[in-house]
């Protein structure tokens, strides 16, 4: 009878989940050019690289554009890793720098520890763009994360994050410039041209 009552109170937990995830997944914010000119940099940031426990400075992307995704192995869209990377051998030589921070948040869908995590992007994806610590991107949220989720400290948007692999475009100056729900993909051509377009 527990068994039974533990597997309904799960379904029912992911039919809520998955209501809630296609509710907020209607769209994509494009923030105008003019609105961008003064607002504040995530440059000042900092974090720690995932397998390290010294806190880089956000500076060293200075003058490149920034693709900031929140990831998770175990999610639906994982298979997005795929596209994220080809998105990197294609344009990092240009200017894209692609930063991926894992994430629990969401269904408990990031699980394992950064090692964990680091082999199943190296085995399953070859990933080879920049990979960060573990996060909070909901609530308690990571510094980075405060910045692009909040106006009152990107100067621009509140935004928060739906699911995973939701992604934050910004400009050379690290200001933010878009947000793509997690539906949608760095291969259609509408991110295609905003990141060709500030490259």
Known sequence: ?????????????????????????????????????????????????????????????????????????????????????????????????ILGFPSNDFMSQEPGSEEEIAEFCQKNYGVEFDMFEKVRVKSDKHEVYQFLTQKDQNGLLDSEVSWNFQKYLLNKDGQLVAMFNPKVKVTDDGVRKQIQDLL
């Open 1 to 97: 009878m527990r068994i039974l009552v533990a597997l309904l109170a799960l379904a029912l937990f992911g039919v809520v989940g998955f209501y809630f995830f296609n509710k907020n997944m209607k769209k994509t914010t494009t923030i105008p050019a003019d609105q961008q000119t003064n607002a504040p940099s995530i440059h000042t940031l900092s974090a720690e690289p995932l397998l390290s426990d010294e806190a880089v400075s956000l500076n060293k992307y200075k003058g490149k554009v920034m693709l900031i995704v929140n990831v998770a192995s175990k999610c639906g869209l994982t298979p997005q890793y795929e596209d994220l990377q080809a998105l990197h051998e294609e344009f990092a030589d240009e200017g894209l720098a």
